[in-house]
C-alpha cells in the first residue's frame, strides 16, 4: 500500500521568503504526482502534476521535482506571500488506468506580512 | 478548468438521521466519481469509486450499506450517509474524472458534515 508522507506538518515564514515543501512515497512505481493547494474548509487546486517520466514542473512561481528513484518530491515556492498561506497537500497517482489517489496530509504553510 | 459543485456545503444533524451529498459537473461529463473523505489535520483517504450507471467500488475498511453511492448521470453524483454518528463528521470531497481527460482531476469544494 502506498504511503504519503509530507515533512514539515506546518510552516511559517516572512513574506519573501522562498518556501520548501517535501513529500516522500513508499512505493516508487508511481503514474504520476500531484501537487494541490486547499485554503481551509474548501476543496482542492491542483498547482502541478508531474508526471513519473518527468524531473520537474514549473508554473509561475511554483517549481516541483521528482525524484521517482528515492521516492521524493519537493515544491519550492519562491518569494513567498501572504497570500500563499495555505495547505498543501501532494498525491501519487498508482497507474494510467487507476485514476485514484494517495495523499499525503498536508503542510499547512502560514506567510507572515 | 472545469466546475464542480457541492450541496450543502455544510451540514448539522442529529446522530441516527441520514444525509445527502450532491456532486455536479457544471460543465462537463464524468465518467467516473471518486468521493474522498477527510478527518482533521489528516490526508483525504478514497472512499470509493462510481462509474456512471453502474455500482460503486468501496475501500477497504468503508460500510457500503453505510454510505451508499449513487452516479446516475454523467453530471451528478450523490453521496448518502445513512444512520449517521458523530465519528462520521469530516470533510467529504468528490473528485470527477472527465471523460477524454485522463491527466485531470477536479475536486469539488467538499461538504463538512457534523454530526451530533
Known amino acids: 500500500k502506498q504511503e504519503v508522507t509530507q515533512i514539515p506538518a506546518a510552516l511559517s515564514v516572512p513574506e519573501g521568503e522562498n518556501l520548501v515543501l517535501n513529500c516522500s512515497f513508499t512505493?516508487?512505481?508511481?503514474?504520476?504526482l500531484q501537487w494541490f493547494r486547499q485554503d481551509p474548509g474548501k476543496g482542492l487546486t491542483s498547482l502541478l502534476l508531474?508526471?513519473?517520466?518527468?524531473r520537474e514542473q514549473t508554473s509561475g512561481r511554483l517549481n516541483a521535482s521528482l525524484d521517482k528513484s528515492s521516492g521524493r518530491s519537493t515544491l519550492y515556492i519562491a518569494a513567498s506571500q501572504p497570500g500563499d498561506s495555505a495547505t498543501y497537500l501532494c498525491?501519487?497517482?498508482?497507474?494510467?488506468?487507476?485514476?485514484?489517489?494517495?495523499f499525503g496530509a498536508g503542510t499547512t504553510v502560514t506567510v507572515r506580512a | 478548468g472545469a466546475v464542480v459543485s457541492q450541496h450543502p456545503s455544510w451540514v448539522i444533524c442529529k446522530s441516527g438521521t441520514s444525509v445527502k451529498i450532491e456532486c455536479r459537473s457544471l460543465?462537463?461529463?464524468?465518467?467516473?466519481m471518486f468521493w474522498y473523505r477527510q478527518f482533521p489535520k489528516q490526508s483525504l483517504m478514497l472512499m470509493a469509486t462510481?462509474?456512471?450507471?453502474?455500482?460503486?467500488?468501496?475501500e477497504q475498511g468503508v460500510e457500503k450499506d453505510k454510505f451508499l453511492i449513487n452516479h446516475a448521470s454523467l453530471t451528478l453524483s450523490t453521496l448518502t450517509v445513512t444512520s449517521a454518528h458523530p465519528e462520521d463528521s469530516s470533510f467529504y470531497i468528490c473528485?470527477?474524472?472527465?471523460?477524454?481527460?485522463?491527466?485531470?482531476?477536479?475536486f469539488g469544494p467538499g461538504t463538512r458534515l457534523l454530526v451530533l
Open positions: 508531474i508526471q513519473s517520466s518527468q
Open positions: 498525491a501519487v497517482g498508482k497507474s494510467s488506468n487507476d485514476y485514484k489517489l494517495s
Open positions: 460543465d462537463f461529463q464524468a465518467t467516473t
Open positions: 473528485s470527477p474524472r472527465l471523460a477524454g481527460r485522463k491527466e485531470t482531476q477536479y
Open positions: 512505493d516508487s512505481a508511481i503514474y504520476n
Open positions: 462510481s462509474n456512471e450507471g453502474s455500482k460503486a467500488t468501496y
